[in-house]
Nanobody
C-alpha cells in the first residue's frame, strides 16, 4: 500500500483545512486508516483513526470535536477535516494504514509522506 497525503498549507487561527490521503491498491477497505502528526522537536502523536468501513472513528483528546475523519473506499481516499485550527496544531500530518484498530504508530504498517500544516496566530 502506498499512501499520498495532501492538502496542507498555511491558515490563520480559527480557520479550516481538509487533508486527503490517497492509497494505492485494491484492498483499501481492509485497512484501518489513521492520522498522526509531528511537530518539530516532538514525538509523532495520534490524531484519529477510522475503521475500514467507517463504522468506528475515534480521536485524541486534544481534538475536542474540532476534527473529523472520513473515508471514501470507492476512491481509496481518507480525509481529515480540521476546523478551529490553533497554532498548536502546527505540524506535519501523516496518514497511515493498519490491519488492526490501533492508536499507536507502531501498529501501522504503511505511511505516507507528511503534509505540512502551519497555523498562524
Amino acid at each position: 500500500v502506498q499512501l499520498q497525503a495532501s492538502g496542507g498549507g498555511l491558515v490563520q487561527a480559527g480557520g479550516s483545512l481538509r487533508l486527503s490521503c490517497v492509497a494505492s491498491g485494491r484492498t483499501f477497505s481492509g485497512y484501518v486508516m489513521g492520522w498522526f502528526r509531528q511537530a518539530p522537536g516532538k514525538e509523532r502523536e495520534f490524531v484519529g483513526r477510522i475503521s475500514g468501513r467507517s463504522i468506528s472513528t475515534d480521536y485524541a483528546d486534544f481534538v475536542n470535536g474540532r476534527f473529523a475523519i472520513s473515508r471514501d473506499n470507492a476512491k481509496n481516499t481518507v480525509y481529515l477535516q480540521m476546523n478551529s485550527l490553533q497554532p498548536e496544531d502546527t505540524a506535519a500530518y501523516y496518514c497511515a494504514a493498519s490491519r488492526q484498530y490501533r492508536g499507536d504508530p507502531d501498529g501501522y504498517d504503511y505511511w505516507g509522506k507528511g503534509t505540512q500544516v502551519t497555523v498562524s496566530s
